[in-house]
């Protein structure tokens, strides 16, 4: 999965625009940039409204997300919006070269930073970090070996010990043929992340589960020209698991998070100020070309919140030094709505 991905001649390294293989949500519709927007003026009033603001977007693509933002501050009205947008340090963090053209203010590296202060997306990042797989056989947990050229499959060995460790604790295989997908390299990543905060919010945006509810055999699957296709890890498309969201949750505050949030993207967006309701049909008496766009512009919105769709993703919210922005601060697995 390492090698397919991110290797020479991997599927992120060639620098595709990962809009041609699969459908994301600043894709979709600018409104996802704008309730972005919102939670970083959230986290920036939390802060005090320092000098300088970070907005960090790890596994950035082509930086769709930054430019958006940006743009939708620049043109804000009120010296509020200007004195923000003076403020922001963009940062993408992403593999792939950086895009020609791109807006000099986005800052561009294949790490994430160190030292921040303000608000870090994380769309759809962790679910292509590498993993390994393992089923349970009547010898016991084995890890799935993958011919790269082919996509067969065989029962290697047992998994390393840490390996079970993370197993044991966040996905217990009860009977023969069910699979886990170990998540302990996208704990560490997320722990990463968490320990390069000084002070603010960070977001993980991913199709996720939780200890309960586990898919007994496993999620993981490629993606190609927009269609599901098999996991063959030859570097030709995406491969891609769920993330389990807990183990990252309790992983992000053991390396100093002080509480995390785990909601749909459909609640998130709600208390972000998104509704999604079409216009009053009044207006289209009044304003033909204005209904028009306002029902475009609603329809958008319905897709990114869509509960079967991209509503379905998890947001896992961890504060670093801060408090938790307050609308964000009420909700919590018990109230996914």
């Given amino acids: 999965m390492q090698a397919a991905l991110y290797g020479p001649g991997g599927f992120y390294a060639r620098g595709e625009p990962p809009a041609g293989h699969f ?34 977007d790890i596994g950035a693509g082509r930086a769709e997300l930054l430019q958006q933002v940006l743009a939708a501050v620049t043109a804000g009205p009120g010296q509020a919006s200007r004195r923000l947008a003076g403020r922001i340090a963009a940062c993408a963090v992403e593999l792939a070269p950086r895009p020609a053209g791109l807006d000099p203010r986005i800052r561009w590296q294949p790490v994430p930073p160190a030292g921040i202060t303000g608000l870090v997306m994380a769309s759809e990042w962790l679910d292509n970090i590498p993993l390994n797989v393992v089923e349970l056989t009547p010898a016991g947990p084995a890890v799935v070996q993958v011919d790269p050229a082919t996509g067969a499959e065989r029962a290697l060995g047992p998994p390393a010990p840490e390996d079970l460790a993370w197993i044991r604790a966040w996905w217990p295989l009860r009977a023969c ?24 919010i960070a977001v993980a945006v991913d199709y996720g589960h939780v200890k309960a509810d586990r898919p007994a055999c496993g999620t993981l699957t490629g993606y190609l020209e927009g269609r599901a296709v098999p996991a063959v890890p030859d570097g030709t498309r ?82 670093v030094g801060v408090p938790m922005p307050g609308p964000l601060a009420r909700l919590g697995p018990a109230d996914p709505r």
Avoid: K
């Fill in 177 to 200: 043929g069910e699979r886990a997908e170990v998540g302990s390299t996208r704990c560490a990543a997320w722990a990463g992340v968490i320990r390069n905060i000084d002070r603010g």
């Fill in 23 to 56: 459908h994301t949500a600043v894709h979709v519709s600018p409104s996802y940039a704008g309730a972005v927007l919102e939670l970083l003026r959230q986290v920036d009033a939390a802060l005090g409204r320092p000098e300088r603001i970070d907005l960090v």
């Fill in 238 to 319: 995406d491969i891609t698991a769920h993330v389990a969201l807990d183990a990252c949750a309790a992983t992000g505050t053991a390396a100093g998070a002080a509480r995390a949030v785990l909601i749909t993207q459909r609640a998130a967006l709600r208390e972000l100020g998104l509704d999604a309701r079409r216009p009053p049909l009044a207006l289209a008496a009044r304003d033909p070309a204005g209904y028009a766009r306002a029902l475009c512009e609603a329809s958008q919105d319905a897709e990114l919140m869509d509960a079967a769709g991209l509503g379905g993703f998890g947001w896992l919210i961890q504060a």
